[in-house]
Antibody
Framework: EVQLVESGGGLVQPGGSLRLSCAASGFSITGYWMSWVRQAPGKGLEWVAN????????YYVDSVKGRFTISRDNGKNSVYLQMNSLRVEDTAMFHC??????????WGQGTLVTVSS | SALTQPASVSGSPGQSITISCTGT?????????VSWYQQIPGKAPKLMIY???NRPSGISNRFSGSKSGNTASLTISGLQAEDDADYYCSSYTITNTHVIFGGGTKLTVL
């Protein structure tokens, strides 16, 4: 069974940092683009970042460029999101998602990030 | 900015509804890389359509996708109570953002 399990979320003060992890099981992430997608409370989906199968290409939504870094370890079958200089508006559920063609065919249940003083 | 979807649509069981998703030539209109997701509150999104018209394995053929110009559409035929959910479109975009979502549409099955 394919599973994506996120961890690392929590309560952090503005300006703080968190590192999110996404552990995949039931398939190898090697060969697949992977993304992080977030959803603020009561709001819609927002794509945050993605990374190519070999890590050679990475893309970010403008609002997180220079603050967030996506990475992967294919040997550990995991994807990561390092988040620095966190802002109140970054508060959201963060989901890890596997790319399939133009869509995301598997999603994790998410890890909640709350940025508040 | 986000793709444009209607905030809400509704229909009775057995009817058909269509949800639109309007973008620009930099995203929806320029590429056949539109996908649709169903989200039950509190759950992770579920892929319903990819590459404009394709259904993943296990998705009912009551769900279909199409595109004309800068607008993509999701049609659900034979509405069922279980279709009551939020629906989001997504597209590849040539802009720096790379991937863009619509604002979401709340489908109410009356």
């Amino acid at each position: 069974e394919v599973q994506l399990v996120e961890s690392g979320g929590g309560l952090v003060q503005p300006g703080g940092s968190l590192r999110l992890s996404c552990a995949a099981s039931g398939f190898s992430i090697t060969g697949y683009w992977m993304s992080w997608v977030r959803q603020a409370p009561g709001k819609g989906l927002e794509w945050v970042a993605n990374i190519k199968s070999d890590g050679s290409e990475r893309y970010y939504v403008d609002s997180v460029k220079g603050r967030f870094t996506i990475s992967r370890d294919n040997g550990k079958n995991s994807v990561y999101l390092q988040m620095n200089s966190l802002r109140v508006e970054d508060t959201a559920m963060f989901h890890c998602a596997k790319h399939m063609a133009s869509g995301f065919d598997y999603w994790g249940q998410g890890t909640l990030v709350t940025v508040s003083s | 900015s986000a793709l444009t979807q209607p905030a809400s649509v509704s229909g009775s069981p057995g009817q058909s509804i269509t949800i639109s998703c309007t973008g620009t030539s930099s995203d929806v209109g320029g590429y056949d890389l539109v996908s649709w997701y169903q989200q039950i509150p509190g759950k992770a999104p579920k892929l319903m359509i990819y590459d404009v018209v394709n259904r993943p394995s296990g998705i009912s053929n009551r769900f279909s996708g199409s595109k004309s110009g800068n607008t993509a559409s999701l049609t659900i035929s034979g509405l069922q109570a279980e279709d009551d959910a939020d629906y989001y479109c997504s597209s590849y975009t040539i802009t720096n953002t790379h991937v863009i979502f619509g604002g979401g549409t709340k489908l109410t099955v009356l």
